[in-house]
């Protein structure tokens, strides 16, 4: 940590108002005795050298080789109105957030991707066991099922490169080629309807996923209508729990997706990260982020 000096270094920047309000200014590197932002890595088209070097990295459709609204504009509206009626996460009443989850299972020795079936379910037609990290078998967490993505989706062709992209990038990073890879897919909408209304992700804080030290994270963003709000921040292992504006959270970045299929990768347990709420925008009508994420993990056998 800093001596208590209170240095700041300021760079050449353009201010912002960050999760919690307080002014943040872009590409800039900070220190005092309370907090302190790093500016190094993670920025748009640093691809895999900052995934491997700093833990996290950001990417566009252009890093992808997608064009959004060329020809794979049918199958993201295709991807559009899944989202749209996506039922409310029962784990996070109140929030006004969305949800669905499936996993698919990626074998590299065979370059074979397909999808774990759903349970049968009453009310969702199929559902999927969704957890975090690893289970204590002395204190088993309660069971958690989450909708299933439909059916119908997962032959979807964008969906289906992009989990691809995703798989590739973490078979370039890590030594996984002969064991099979489970990659969580959901589906996530931040939804406000009305002037004042706020949509809250879960956790709302710093956090990290959990899971084994080869777990990786990427996120797609979708479309985002007419709201404010939803930006993400990187952060230190170490500040996970706390908030953005927190005195003591150690910030490595702060950024807005704002165009379809912009994104970041994390490699879990290297950072923590976490989005800040949404609310209705300028515009009449309702409001939406809605945002692809991929979780990526080595298969751990349990016998």
């Known amino acids: 940590m800093p001596d208590g000096k209170g240095v700041r270094k300021v760079g050449t920047s353009r201010g912002r108002r960050g999760p919690g309000g307080d002014l ?17 890595g993670g920025g748009p088209g640093d691809g895999l050298d ?17 064009v959004p609204d060329g020809s794979a504009a049918g199958d993201l509206a295709g991807i559009r109105e899944v989202f ?16 669905r989850y ?6 590299p020795w065979k370059d074979e991707l397909s999808w774990i079936p759903g349970t049968p379910d009453p009310v969702h037609g199929t559902v999927t066991d969704f957890s975090q990290g690893e289970d204590d078998p002395v204190s088993p967490r309660p069971r958690r099922v989450l909708p299933d993505i439909p059916e119908a989706l997962r032959g979807n062709a964008l969906l289906l490169r992009l989990l691809r992209w995703d798989i590739e990038q973490v078979l370039s990073l890590k030594d996984l080629g002969r ?12 939804g406000v309807d009305h002037p004042g209304q706020a949509a809250v992700s879960s ?23 007419n709201v404010t709000g939803g930006q993400n921040v990187i952060a230190t292992p170490g500040s996970a729990g706390l908030q953005p504006e927190d005195p ?28 800040g709420p949404v609310r209705a925008g300028s515009e009449p009508g309702p409001g939406e982020r809605s945002v692809l994420i991929v979780g990526i993990a080595p298969y751990v056998p349990q016998l």
């Open 24 to 40: 943040w200014e872009e590409d800039v590197e900070e220190t005092d005795h309370r907090r302190r932002s790093h500016s190094a």
């Open 50 to 66: 900052a995934l491997r070097e700093h833990g996290f990295a950001r990417y566009g459709a252009e890093q992808l080789g997608i």
């Open 84 to 99: 749209a009626t996506l039922p409310p996460d029962p784990y996070a009443p109140g929030t006004n957030r969305y949800r």
């Open 102 to 107: 499936s996993i698919a299972v990626y074998l």
């Open 179 to 190: 064991r099979p890879l489970w990659a969580g897919v959901h589906l996530i909408r931040l």
């Open 203 to 225: 956790p709302n804080c710093l956090h990290q996923d959990g899971g084994s030290a080869s777990t990786f994270t990427f996120a797609h963003l979708i479309s985002r209508t």
């Open 248 to 275: 003591w959270t150690d910030i490595h970045a702060g950024f807005t997706l704002t165009d379809p299929l912009d994104g970041y990768a994390v490699h879990d347990h290297r950072v923590s990260h976490y989005v």
